[in-house]
């Protein structure tokens, strides 16, 4: 019975010096944007509060209640209801 051939070696590039250093997570300004204005939009509308949108959003509380004002929205706007019904 024949040998059979054995495959060519292939020659596996080095890794360059970049690929050594541990990864940052840089993340594009258009996407941290586009969390932020969907966060915003999802508490402006009731359907998220704003501790929650400020997790989706990347942020923290703070932050994002201070980002509302960017998008034209107030950041208290649940409480301010809460008072106008009469709920305590």
């Known amino acids: 019975m024949p ?4 495959p ?3 020659r596996v590039p ?3 010096a970049f690929a050594k250093e541990p990864l940052q997570k840089i993340e594009a300004p258009f996407w941290r944007e586009f969390r932020i204005l969907t966060a915003s939009k999802l508490y402006a509308s009731g359907q998220m509060s704003s501790d929650r949108a400020a997790k989706m959003a990347g942020v ?5 209640l201070l980002n509302l004002n960017f998008y034209k929205i ?3 706007q649940e409480e301010l209801a809460e008072l106008e019904r009469g709920d305590e």
């Open 14 to 16: 080095e890794e360059p």
């Open 74 to 76: 107030f950041p208290l």
């Open 3 to 6: 040998e059979k051939p054995t």
């Open 60 to 64: 923290g509380h703070v932050e994002f």
């Open 8 to 10: 060519p070696r292939r």
